[in-house]
């Protein structure tokens, strides 16, 4: 053998056992698929689902807080579920409740006879254990159980829930993330381990298939034959996620009929979507608006008049229409479908406001230049268009805004900086809420806070502080209440502090397959298809 | 031979050291907290604190570089951020899927760009050569990118003679689950004889491989091209003419052969780049390789990961390197003398 030849095998030799000792063995597929060469019946429809990002992080259902909520509402169910329609928590596992005058006890009564996928029954003991050992494990979204003070299961399905200070548990149960009612027994050892090597024990239409991370189609669902909703009528049996980041690529799956649904398209290739005839399309406002935060604490813009200039400054109109439907107008901080809600409050731009008010300051043209500092998402071609646009604007008012796109980590990290000198004076962020209230963008991003998490705008001030903290009562026992104390807060916060503008929200814009039936977004579940809710279609 | 062995690997590993440290004070230099990328973007201060005592981020940097280079010694590439799993798992999940499509390409590449050299060799400053010379030019300058979208609109989406995306097929693994054994799916749907697979795999690969294989082909047509020129007006060529061997018959049966030496040297390290090269057109034909890893891995500033995949990726040259080294060793004694 030449030497070649010899390198050569030696090559293939390396290479094999290199890689066998990646594989290992295993079956790639559904644990319990047929075996090769068998077809699958016909009458198994599957929904093929396009998400941008890896699918799962963490299967636990304590502790997920990320992009799996996706597959995870489809496979484990809270309480309650909210209704943007109605700014309602409408029942899931839950049948009805009530809460006492106080809001601070709340009665469920369970929809009787659900199982978990574990074939144990789920009834208010097995709640109680769950969100109890949700709030031990702590972690992700735990926090919004943070009211609770006991939980009692009277009898099999009424469940008992008293709470440290009132809230609107009913909201509270229908979150996205850490209200997932499931089997606390599922395993006999390490629970969260056991979930995430791929297990669930949650109660919903759907159970996990198959999960291979890091492969194309990372995970397939299968319908759960015991569910309580049961399978009379048209339903999807199976939903596949195919991990697909390049846009271009996902279109052209959607286009050829590969897929059912994709949960994200830029501008132009949604256009082309609106016009494709065996496309469909979309457009539902979310619940996740873009903050700019002032910084109200150091640096120029400590001058409450330069911020209401540049709030002044700010293209509004422009800024949507540049976006393509991809954002629509905001109307103070909390968006539509939400309590606390304040129509009529679209700002405009208003370019000689915004020059008397810095004149009034000593700048603007003619007057001292003034130096901005801005940060923003590096890579959110949203965000850029806001930038070029306030870049612009204020150019023409002696203002120069020097922008800074950063990956969130650094910019979290930059605006959290104990060093005030190193803090931005522009901090552009999106706020989402972890439920379908909106007093997350109060007490996170306004309450006052040391050290610095979120309120990002710096902003301190007592008198705003004390109301914030009035709204989960509020909310709990007087909605009326509730309505006018966000509308004041937002009337303070944006108007007379200027801690903040709210250039637009985002809209959800998706793309799916003609023969999808029944598709409706529902921003409190962000990203999210209830698939059992379908009907596929020829 | 011993002595030349042991100096080059002497070297390889003086290498790969150095990447281990650059990528460790790299990684730390990048502003920005890696507990954010691990406890999530809205973690409150407790969960932050808690992943970075888990990291061990709170401690000195020569502390962390002694147990990152303690725990990689062990096997243990670190945790990634973004997947929360062993980075070495991943790699080891990510990595076959690139040498399929790496190597499909490279076979693309020589098959294609051998002949390719030699007709050019053939008809030196003639039309055919001329006309290679620019397909070979046009194929190493044009950007993977543009030509990967380019092949998937024109022959996927739009001609249909080819999926779009993917692997293979995912509805095989209801009707056809294969039985991983590699990692590398076309060779394990070939030895455990699942034809469905291999056949959908093999479509799959067409567009993504002939992308990567622009690069390498090109270049190696070439190389081989300059080779078997500079060969053939050798002595022996001249005495091959002589005896009346047709000018086809001197380059392919006598020139050829030696002509290869560098083309082989070539090969190795085209290999290598073309890992690399390949990340983006594993993004656009969605290929479950170390291009999507490493794209995801950026996107979340996931550290050890992107530290993972560098060392991967050095290793691999080094390797390639010191292939070519061991093989210009045996090939041409005083090589190793120098």
């Known amino acids: ?538 | 031979m011993l002595r030349y062995l042991t100096r080059r690997l002497g070297q390889a590993i003086l290498v790969v050291a150095g990447v281990v440290i650059l990528t460790f004070v790299i990684m730390r230099l990048v502003p920005g907290d890696p507990a954010v990328a691990y406890a999530g973007p809205r973690a409150s201060p407790a969960e932050l604190a808690a992943a970075r005592a888990r990291f061990g981020l709170d401690d000195s940097l020569p502390v962390q570089l002694w147990n990152y280079v303690r725990d990689l010694l062990g096997g243990d590439w670190g945790t990634s951020l973004h997947t929360r799993r062993p980075v070495r798992d991943d790699l080891f999940q990510a990595f076959p899927a690139s040498l399929e499509l790496v190597g499909a390409a490279l076979v693309v590449a020589i098959v294609v760009g051998i002949p390719l050299g030699v007709a050019a060799a053939r008809y030196k400053g003639k039309f055919p050569d001329l006309s290679i010379r620019v397909s070979s030019m046009l194929a190493v300058s044009v950007p993977v990118f543009w030509l990967a979208l380019a092949l998937q609109t024109l022959f996927a989406s739009g001609l249909g003679w080819f999926p779009v995306a993917g692997e293979y097929d995912a509805n095989l693994d209801q009707t056809s689950p294969l039985h991983v054994y590699t990692n590398i799916t076309a060779v394990d749907a070939l030895f455990t004889g699942n034809w469905p697979i291999l056949g959908s795999t093999l479509a799959h690969l067409v567009l993504p491989a002939l992308v990567i294989a622009a690069y390498p082909a090109g270049v190696i047509a070439q190389m081989t091209r300059a080779a078997l020129i500079e060969e053939s007006s050798r002595d022996h060529a001249r005495l091959e003419r002589a005896l009346g061997f047709g000018e086809t018959s001197v380059l392919t049966r006598f020139a050829l052969r030696p002509a290869l030496n560098p083309v082989l040297s070539l090969i190795a390290l085209v290999f290598a780049y073309s890992i690399v090269n390949g990340f983006l057109v594993e993004a656009v034909f969605n290929w479950p390789g170390l291009g999507r890893y490493a794209a995801d891995s950026i996107r979340s500033l996931d550290t050890p990961a992107i530290a993972g995949v560098t060392l991967l990726v050095a290793i691999l040259y080094v390797v390639a390197n010191l292939a070519v080294d061991l093989v210009q060793g045996v090939i041409d004694p005083r090589v190793r003398s120098r």
């Open chain 1, 1 to 538: 053998m030449r030497w070649h030849k010899r390198l050569l095998a030696a090559g293939a030799v390396a290479v094999v056992a290199l890689t066998s000792a990646c594989g290992g063995g295993k079956v790639r597929g559904a644990e319990d698929s047929p075996q090769a060469g068998t077809s699958q019946s016909a009458a198994d429809a599957t929904f093929t689902y396009v998400p941008n990002l890896d699918v799962v992080t963490d299967w636990d259902p304590a502790s997920s807080y990320s992009n799996e909520i996706i597959a995870m509402e489809n496979v484990y169910e809270s309480l309650t579920r909210y209704n943007p329609q109605t700014k309602k928590a409408e029942p899931r596992l839950a049948t009805s409740w009530t809460s006492s005058p106080d809001g601070k006890e709340w009665t469920f009564t369970l929809r009787p006879g659900v199982q978990f996928h574990t074939g144990k029954p789920l009834d208010a003991a097995a709640a109680k254990a769950s969100i109890e050992r949700t709030i031990k494990v702590g972690q992700g979204a735990a926090y919004i159980w943070g009211a609770v003070d006991t939980i009692e299961a009277k009898d099999a399905t009424t469940l008992v829930i008293k709470l440290k200070y009132p809230t609107a548990l009913d909201l509270v149960a229908s979150a996205g993330y850490a209200s997932y009612i499931y089997d606390t027994t599922a395993a006999t050892g390490d629970l969260g381990k056991w979930f995430n090597e791929g297990h669930d024990a949650g109660s919903g239409p759907y159970t996990i298939d198959s999960w291979q991370k890091g492969q194309e189609t990372e995970l397939t669902l299968k319908k759960f034959d015991g569910y309580w909703g049961g399978w009379s009528g048209q339903h999807y049996s199976k939903i596949a996620f195919r991990v697909t980041p390049e846009l271009t690529t996902a279109w052209q799956l959607l286009q050829r009929g590969e897929v059912s649904f994709v949960q994200r398209l830029n501008s132009q290739l949604f256009q082309q979507a609106s016009g494709t005839a065996n496309v469909q399309t979309s457009q539902t406002p979310s619940f996740q608006n873009l903050l700019a935060l002032f910084n109200t604490e150091s640096g120029p813009l400590k001058d409450v008049r330069l911020r209401q200039a540049i709030q002044k400054s700010i293209d509004y109109d422009g800024l949507v229409a540049a976006l393509k439907g991809a954002g629509v107008q905001a109307s103070g901080l909390v968006p539509d479908g939400l309590l606390g809600f304040t129509p009529g409050q679209a700002p405009k731009q208003d370019l000689p406001g915004a020059e008397a008010l810095l004149k009034e300051a000593g700048y603007g043209p003619g007057g001292k230049p003034l130096d901005l500092t801005l940060t923003y998402a590096q890579g959110d071609s949203d965000q850029e268009v806001l930038v070029t646009l306030l870049t612009s604007a204020l150019d023409k008012l002696n203002v120069k805004l020097t922008a800074k796109p950063l990956q969130w980590t650094t910019q979290w990290d930059q605006g959290k900086s104990k060093d005030t000198a190193k803090r931005q004076d522009i901090f552009v962020m999106y706020w989402y809420p972890d439920y379908a209230d909106a007093y997350s963008w109060f007490v996170n991003v306004f309450r006052s806070a040391d050290p610095i998490s979120f309120n990002l705008s710096y902003m301190k001030n007592d008198a705003i502080d004390k109301e914030i903290d009035s709204l989960p009562e509020l909310t709990a026992i007087d909605k009326p209440g509730a309505e006018k104390a966000y509308a004041d807060l937002q009337s303070k916060i944006i108007g007379e502090q200027a801690a903040v503008a709210v250039p637009y929200v985002q809209n959800y814009q998706r793309a799916f397959a003609k023969s999808v039936q029944g598709y409706a977004d529902n921003p409190a579940y962000p990203n999210v298809v209830f698939v059992y809710d379908l009907k596929p279609g020829a």
